[in-house]
């Protein structure tokens, strides 16, 4: 899971209702916490049957309410939620919780919070595949959706009283990341950004291929960062391994000609676009359909000649409109970084390049943090150093929309 310093002393109240996947919330309110975000936690009665004050306690939640009542240190609990968090997750929230919110009902200390609470809110369901199919639940959070009220699909899969079906709690990334989001600044609202990412795949033979080391962590940086701030992101998406957030529609492929074809159809609906991916320049000029057999190399000796593939991020800069922007990113080695970024700026026609060298210990492929040059226009540059490839990614996007 990337991390934002961004979100660093916000405050989330997490309201857990009556379901086995409580203990999965631990794990949630742990990452959460090591951002560095401050969690005070509301149990319902039966939640507090699947999860204890202390588990929670011990990892730093911090109040944690389970009665309306009976608490002396807190006069009014119902309202402490309202004055203090700036999210309000219900996680796992039950068919029976999501029908009190849908209809008002404050008969318990988190019904009451939540009802007192008018910030975003966000649920997560868990429960049975015959309850949550069922007319009242898809009713109750169309209402709740209505209202604005984020509630997140659940995964289909085995439940916990052994159907299978949809039902099981969201991913705890997946709940992360929608509980981000509605914390982040909506300052991408409407844009339409597309992003490429990991490496390109040029086949020699069905079994072996031609390729470089890209994971990907960049381009997911920079497309998690841009949804979290409201943009619509598309990932046209190499080889490689991310987690991306459900609501970043993906499209995956192998090859340089396929990234290039799936960019140029998306390019034109698209406000701006982030290339990130490490595409091959160049293809096997001829790949064997069956598997090249090495006792039939002459004298053990391998050739291969390689074609062109299309540059993409060329291709996009010559079709740009006026109102579009495009970033390029440049992985380099050697000391010439800055006049060699400056001459793809020009000859791509890019409003932004990144540049990076990839010959160092740290930084670069496969590597969680990394140090670029930003170039733009009129000669604009910038260096973002040291830091976790997430913080870059909200830097830069920092950087481009206050130019
Ligand atoms: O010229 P160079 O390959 O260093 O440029 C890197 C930038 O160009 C990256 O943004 C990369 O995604 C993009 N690129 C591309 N198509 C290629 C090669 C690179 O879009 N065939």
Known sequence: M???SHFAGSRIHVGLTGSVACYKILDLCRELLSNDIWISAS???AGSRFVTTDSLRALGVSPILS???EDPDHSFPHLEPAQQADVLLVAPATANFLAKMAWGLADDILSTQVLA???PTVAAPAMNPNMWQSAATQSNVATLRERGVTVLEPEAGDVACGEVGKGRLPEVKEIEYNVLRALAPRDMEGMRILVTLGPTREHLDPVRYWSNPSTGKMGAAMATAAWLRGAEVHCVCGPCAVDLPHGIPTTSVQTAQQMYEACTDLWPHQDMACLCAAVCDFRPAYSYTDKIKKDRVPEGEM???FAPNPDILYTLGRNKKPFQRLIGFAAETGKNLESEARIKLDRKNLDWIVANRVDRESGG?????????VLGGAGHADHLGNETKS???????DLILRS
Not at 367 to 372: A, P
Not at 391 to 397: G, S, Y
């Open 117 to 119: 609470f008018s910030g």
């Open 2 to 4: 990337l991390h934002f």
């Open 43 to 45: 149990l319902t009665e």
């Open 391 to 397: 913080e870059i990614a909200w830097r830069l996007w």
């Open 365 to 373: 492929f496969a590597s969680e943090e990394n140090s670029v040059l």
């Open 67 to 69: 009665s309306l009542f």
């Open 303 to 305: 050739n291969f000649s």
